[in-house]
């Protein structure tokens, strides 16, 4: 029997996520899903092939048993300090006998900006159209079927280096599988976080993930501005693990158990005992230290975006505030710290409009990109035909019964 699936993958600097998902009717629901530790990736580039792709492999195999099917192709979110983003302005004259747009005139429009990619070792991941211009009239979002000479077009160019995408596929093809899609992280997080209100209207995404924090800024339904910040969950657990000499997976239970990002949010202060991983000489501690190691690190995060956005010019465009998500957002107290450094509106980013039948809990802020990576536009082509696993119960049954057929067979 055949069924519509679609199979996404985040590669992350603490973890590799895959989630299988059905699309039944209207409904998108996720039937599997796989999250293990990642091992040898760093800020979105691969450091160790090996590791990561005995990390997909095994992502991918438990979601696939869990959901039943076989899958042979996946979405996988990008990111990293490499990506690059360009804003490009191109235009066609107008041929037709009528001077009627059509969309083959945007899609010429589409192949100059193609040319940018042969140049700086980059592969265009997204062309993002920000306004079309007809004969000096712009602000139009679609253009085809318009009259006019001349098409012009204002694109964000989002480019990303051709060897951390090639590796990137690498480990995926090794591991058995191919990529069907590579999608910005960003803008796969806003698919599975924002409403078309906030798109519309403008609004900031702050994705905190393990290794770097991606934030885009939509307007007019449109991403407008995005950026990939080397500063992430994983400096909060580094300074927590050097304050008290301690591996850095304990210091990452620290951190999810006793965190907070600001001292404004503990309600009671109250002892930690602080044990390394053979449980050897204990330290004592309370949450309002754990608190002063942490607050430092986000808020130099915070106020490193709002610089960013000072320097763009773009504060304008957050009207209706920001929306922070990923795994760095679980940190209590990070909501009303983020509103007291913006000065804005601040609400924490969950992913909606999909149902869930796991074992784990993935409707969560730390699975947006993953979630994000299921409900790509139609332009992505993520549907993808895929039989059913046989169960082993039923196989050893068939096999039984075809050694019956076989023996009457003979008789």
Same mark, same amino acid.
């Given at each position: 029997?055949?069924?519509?699936?679609?199979?996404a993958?985040?590669? $992350?600097?603490?973890k590799?996520?895959?989630?299988?998902?059905?699309?039944?009717?209207?409904k998108?629901?996720?039937?599997?899903?796989?999250?293990?530790?990642?091992?040898?990736?760093?800020?979105?580039?691969?450091?160790?092939?090996?590791?990561?792709?005995?990390?997909?492999?095994?992502?991918?195999?438990?979601?696939?048993?869990?959901? $039943?099917?076989?899958?042979?192709?996946?979405?996988?979110?990008?990111?990293?300090e490499?990506?690059q983003?360009?804003?490009?302005?191109g !235009?066609?004259?107008?041929?037709?006998?009528?001077?009627?747009? +059509?969309?083959?005139?945007?899609?010429?429009?589409?192949?100059?900006?193609?040319?940018? *990619?042969?140049?700086?070792?980059?592969?265009?991941?997204?062309?993002?159209?920000?306004? !079309?211009?007809?004969?000096?009239?712009?602000?139009?979002?679609?253009p085809v079927?318009?009259?006019?000479? +001349?098409?012009?077009?204002?694109?964000?160019?989002?480019?990303?280096?051709?060897?951390?995408?090639?590796?990137?596929?690498?480990?995926?093809?090794r591991?058995? !599988?191919?990529?069907?899609?590579?999608?910005?992280?960003?803008?796969?997080?806003?698919?599975?976080?924002?409403?078309?209100?906030?798109?519309? #209207?403008g609004?900031?995404?702050?994705?905190?993930?393990?290794?770097?924090?991606d934030?885009?800024?939509?307007?007019?339904?449109?991403?407008k501005?995005?950026?990939?910040?080397?500063?992430?969950?994983?400096?909060?657990?580094?300074?927590?693990?050097?304050? &008290?000499?301690?591996?850095?997976?304990?210091?990452?239970?620290?951190?999810?158990?006793?965190g &907070?990002?600001? *001292?404004?949010?503990i309600?009671?202060?109250y002892?930690?005992?602080?044990r390394?991983?053979?449980?050897?000489?204990?330290?004592?501690?309370?949450?309002s230290?754990?608190?002063?190691?942490?607050?430092?690190?986000?808020?130099?995060?915070?106020?490193?975006?709002?610089? +960013?956005?000072?320097?763009?010019?773009?504060?304008?465009?957050?009207r209706?505030g920001?929306v922070?998500t990923?795994?760095?957002?679980?940190?209590?107290?990070?909501?009303?710290?983020?509103?007291e450094i913006?000065?804005?509106?601040v609400?924490? $980013?969950?992913?909606?409009?999909?149902?869930s039948?796991? $074992?784990?809990?993935?409707l969560?802020?730390e699975?947006?990109?993953?979630?994000?990576?299921?409900?790509?536009?139609?332009?992505?082509?993520?549907?993808?035909k895929?039989?059913?696993?046989?169960?082993?119960?039923?196989?050893v049954?068939?096999?039984?019964?075809d050694?019956?057929?076989?023996?009457f067979?003979? #008789?």
């Open positions: 029997m055949s069924r519509n699936i679609v199979t993958l985040d590669i $992350g600097t603490t590799v996520g895959c989630v299988i998902a059905e699309k039944l009717e209207e998108l629901i996720v039937i599997g899903a796989g999250v293990v530790p990642s091992e040898g990736m760093s800020r979105g580039t691969i450091t160790n092939i090996v590791k990561i792709t005995n990390a997909i492999s095994e992502a991918v195999q438990i979601a696939s048993k869990e959901a $039943g099917v076989n899958v042979s192709s996946l979405n996988i979110g990008v990111s990293g490499h990506i983003t360009i804003r490009h302005h !235009y066609v004259t107008i041929e037709s006998e009528d001077n009627e747009i +059509k969309q083959s005139d945007v899609d010429k429009l589409e192949s100059e900006v193609r040319k940018l *990619q042969n140049s700086a070792n980059l592969e265009i991941l997204h062309i993002i159209p920000e306004k !079309y211009i007809i004969d000096g009239n712009d602000d139009i979002s679609d079927g318009m009259i006019g000479r +001349k098409l012009e077009a204002d694109n964000n160019v989002v480019m990303a280096s051709i060897s951390a995408i090639a590796n990137l596929e690498r480990a995926v093809q591991a058995g !599988y191919s990529v069907k899609a590579k999608v910005l992280q960003s803008l796969a997080s806003s698919y599975s976080v924002l409403t078309e209100e906030e798109k519309q #209207l609004v900031l995404l702050i994705d905190i993930g393990g290794g770097t924090t934030i885009a800024i939509f307007h007019d339904g449109r991403m501005f995005n950026g990939i910040i080397g500063k992430a969950g994983i400096e909060i657990t580094k300074s927590i693990s050097d304050t &008290f000499n301690i591996l850095e997976k304990d210091a990452e239970k620290i951190k999810i158990d006793f &907070f990002a600001s *001292q404004k949010s309600v009671t202060n002892e930690v005992t602080i390394n991983d053979g449980g050897n000489n204990p330290q004592k501690t309370d949450v230290t754990i608190s002063q190691i942490i607050s430092p690190t986000i808020s130099n995060l915070f106020r490193y975006i709002d610089m +960013k956005l000072d320097q763009h010019k773009i504060k304008k465009f957050v209706t920001i922070i990923g795994g760095g957002s679980k940190m209590r107290g990070i909501i009303d710290f983020a509103k913006f000065g804005k509106n609400r924490l $980013g969950i992913p909606r409009n999909i149902e039948r796991v $074992g784990i809990n993935i969560h802020p699975f947006s990109t993953l979630l994000g990576l299921i409900q790509n536009v139609p332009a992505f082509s993520v549907e993808s895929v039989e059913q696993k046989e169960n082993k119960k039923n196989i049954v068939k096999n039984i019964l050694k019956i057929r076989q023996i067979s003979e #008789l």
